[in-house]
């Protein structure tokens, strides 16, 4: 073993590491109390399965507002249109096969589903899916089309000046979203624009407290069934939430399955420099080893 190694190795399997709140009993535990408190994050600890978390970057110390008392809705990948609701969802407001990527149709009956805190898995029963199962919709698109932005848009999303986008690439595609509700935390990516509107920037990233749309119940947000499941949520109730840097997100089951990374990911660079740094001790130890070692 090259000298020095083992202590490099040590550093990254040993970083700082979150793991997912789960199982049966964090459910029978909340009290009232905990339903009035203000939204927190809670990370026990114990000896579950633990996964390194990424190097801390500048933005990881960002903290966003919560919106508070948000009425949620749930949605799925092939909805089909029903009701006042003319859209369908095989394609999203920034992917036009998004069904396809996805894998199939995210079932939302939970007799065709798995919820399993234990394992951390939530999916349909029937494939597992090529995209993050814990997905939601923000009522705004930043993009108008595909070479320009919406003119307020440099103006309002608090990292647009820091991802530098191309015309008419989107940067909410992909971004972090903690909710909250009954004590317990889940973790989802932004992946489609609703409910109902596409331009309500001042709730989604103003200071309104609510959605403008009066519809379902003045609806903010929209979940998918594995968030759904996750949180024992149903549709039409209220639930908390806000926007979180990459390297907030501690491991859980929105991470099992593959994550949409935002792109020009700040917190994705930062853990890239990391390696190559440790890459570069790496190196700089093995040309430090003898000639008559280098064989071990």
Known sequence: MIPGSRHIISTVLC?????????RAALGQTTQASKQAVPRVVVPTGSR?????RPVAPSTRILYPWKTHITCTVFWVGEQPSGRNRTPNCKSSWDTEWSINFGGYDDPDPNNRIANHSTGDFRPKAFVPKLNPFYIALPYNDVLNHISHKPEAARVIPWFSRMRPLPGKTVCKGRWVQIYRNGRSCYA????????VTDDWEYVFGSAKQPK??????????????IRDYLGVKS????HWRFVESGQVPYGPWK????????????????????EYLRKLRDEQFQKKPLSQMGN
């Open 15 to 23: 970083a700082a590491s979150l793991v997912f709140p789960g199982g």
């Open 49 to 53: 399965p633990m996964e390194p978390v």
């Open 189 to 196: 990516q932004w992946e489609d624009c609703g409910p109902w």
């Open 213 to 226: 749309t009066r519809e379902n119940g003045a609806a903010g947000i929209d979940i998918s069934p594995a």
């Open 236 to 239: 039409g109730e209220k639930v």
């Open 256 to 275: 099992k399955i593959g994550q949409t990374p935002p792109a020009d990911d700040p917190d994705l660079a930062a853990q890239q420099r990391y390696l």
